[in-house]
């Protein structure tokens, strides 16, 4: 099984910041690989997909690269409305473990 | 416009049975490939059932056994059933489309399950 290892677990940041969180995959995913935010209560919204593909509606200040095993995802000006907790998920089905944005 | 709902959550004794239910509009079940994630309190998704188009259905090893996957295509809805239930399949149970083989690109707003003595 691929395992993915998400880092870091959570993130304090200023509004305008760039954030990024990283994402290891145990073994070669190529590009097959999404990003998902979900803000408190809510269901999860897909952000990315294929590693670096802006799903129509979101805003172009979030972004993801990589391939292979090491991948990123960044907003590139942190805003109120970004806090939440993002996943990223390789083609297997499998979750990283999240990491929790928060606003310092 | 694409919309997902679920409903059957409850609280339910260890041992018990639910029948999750995920009403599709928008679009066909049939013509998808429908899929389960569940979220345990204060934890991460994982990832619990699929169903594809050609009927095909698959499970994580944490459930399998234990829960079935299925579909009503004329009333556009995706079943999970979940039989000897623990106390660790206690969490909200989404339901998602899933489109280019892995990714979830429409999730409903999930369903609590509550499995306690």
């Known amino acids: 099984d691929i395992q993915m290892t998400q880092s870091p677990s959570s993130l304090s940041a200023s509004v305008g910041d760039r954030v990024t969180i990283t994402c290891q995959a145990s073994h070669d995913i190529s590009t097959y690989l999404n990003w998902y935010q979900q803000k408190p209560g809510k269901a999860p919204k897909l952000l990315i997909y294929d590693a670096s593909n802006l799903e129509t509606g979101v805003p172009s200040r979030f972004s993801g690269s990589g391939s292979g095993t090491d991948f990123s995802f960044t907003i590139s000006s942190l805003q109120p409305e970004d806090i939440a907790t993002y996943y990223c998920?390789?083609?297997?089905?499998?979750f990283g473990g999240g990491t929790k944005v928060e606003i310092k | 416009e694409v919309q997902l709902v679920e409903s059957g959550g409850g609280s339910i004794q260890p041992g018990g049975s639910l029948r999750l239910s995920c009403a599709a509009a928008?679009?066909?079940?049939?013509?998808?490939?429908m899929t389960w994630v569940r979220q345990a309190p204060g934890k991460g998704l994982e990832w619990v059932s699929i169903i594809q188009r050609d009927g095909d259905i698959y499970f994580a090893d944490s459930v399998k056994g234990r829960f079935s996957i299925s579909r009503d295509d004329s009333k556009n809805t995706v079943y999970l059933q979940m039989n000897s239930l623990r106390a660790e399949d206690t969490a909200v149970y989404y339901c998602a489309r899933e489109r280019d083989g892995y990714t979830l690109d429409h999730w409903g707003r999930g369903t609590l399950v509550t499995v306690s003595s």
């Open positions: 928008g679009f066909s079940v049939s013509d998808n490939y």
């Open positions: 998920q390789q083609y297997d089905n499998v």
